[in-house]
């Protein structure tokens, strides 16, 4: 049999929601994965009481690769059954991560589309945390 078994989890099967719902979501304690690099985490991300960053993809040498890891990090912090989203830079690495999570047993895990920029267009609130140089 030269046919490969696809996973049974399709991507529509992935729930995404916007940003406006999204912060709704995380008023009322929904947990936010943003995936993105640590780098472009520290550069800023949506303000969260619950907040994690776990890159889904990493900066290499030779350009980004996928995190090998990322599901097994993603179980040491959060429950498959905690309330996820699941946000990037734009929309796309979230949707994949979304995807491998639904798979994995991650019920209640939804894509926020659009992602960071689109947090950004509609002005709502920042954290960042890489500080200015310091003048010493």
């Known amino acids: 049999m030269s046919q490969s078994i696809s996973s049974s989890t399709k991507a529509e099967e992935v729930v995404s929601v916007d940003v406006?719902?999204?912060k709704?979501?995380?008023q009322s304690g929904?947990?936010?994965l943003d995936v993105r690099t640590q780098d472009e985490f520290r550069r800023g991300h949506c303000e969260a009481a619950k907040i994690v960053n776990i890159p889904y993809m990493l900066n290499t040498p030779q350009g980004r690769v996928k995190n090998q890891e990322f599901l097994e990090q993603v179980s040491s912090l959060l429950n498959p059954a905690d309330d996820i989203l699941v946000g990037c830079q734009s929309g796309a690495r979230s949707l994949k991560?979304?995807?491998e999570l639904v798979?994995?047993?991650?019920?209640?895990?939804?894509n926020?589309?659009?992602?960071?920029l689109a947090w950004v267009d509609h002005s709502f609130p920042i954290n960042k945390e890489e500080e200015e140089p310091s003048a010493n």
């Open 103 to 110: 798979a994995a047993g991650y019920k209640k895990v939804r």
């Open 20 to 22: 406006s719902q999204a």
């Open 24 to 26: 709704t979501l995380l």
């Open 112 to 116: 926020v589309g659009g992602g960071y």
């Open 97 to 99: 991560a979304t995807t």
């Open 30 to 32: 929904h947990q936010y």
